[in-house]
């Protein structure tokens, strides 16, 4: 069974910076995409970022310029370092994860973490 585990997340003033990670563990064969989502007060689910196996980056308009989404292959890991941090923000940060587990059919299917917190103050 393949999971993922997030860290990183916590409390930060407007401006400020917080590095998250999410690892991916399991019987995992190889990971394609992986990515960051948001949950936002009075905001459904949003795509934040996502690297795929090659390291391509896609963003977000919002943080664009301020978000960085990069991962470890080695490590099965994936991180988002977000600086310039605003107070809107706040909410639930989400790694996803396209995974071929490694089964019988070598199938991919889609990862959810529980989500962490994120707070910023102004």
């Known amino acids: 069974q393949v999971q993922l585990v997030e860290s990183g997340g916590g409390l930060v003033q407007a401006g400020g910076s917080l590095r998250l990670s999410c690892v991916a563990s399991?019987?995992?064969?190889?990971?394609?995409?992986m990515g960051w989502y948001r949950q936002t007060p009075g905001k459904q689910r949003e795509l934040v970022a996502t690297?795929?196996?090659?390291?391509?980056?896609n963003y977000a308009d919002s943080v664009k310029g301020r978000f960085t989404i990069s991962r470890d292959n080695a490590k099965n890991t994936v991180y988002l370092q977000m600086n310039s941090l605003k107070p809107e923000e706040t909410g639930v940060y989400y790694c996803?994860?396209?995974?071929?587990?490694?089964?019988?059919?070598?199938?991919?299917?889609?990862?959810w973490g529980q989500g962490t917190q994120v707070t910023v103050s102004s």
């Open positions: 996803n994860a396209l995974i071929r587990a490694r089964l019988i059919t070598y199938s991919v299917s889609e990862y």
């Open positions: 399991g019987s995992i064969f190889s990971i394609n995409a």
């Open positions: 690297v795929s196996s090659g390291g391509s980056t």
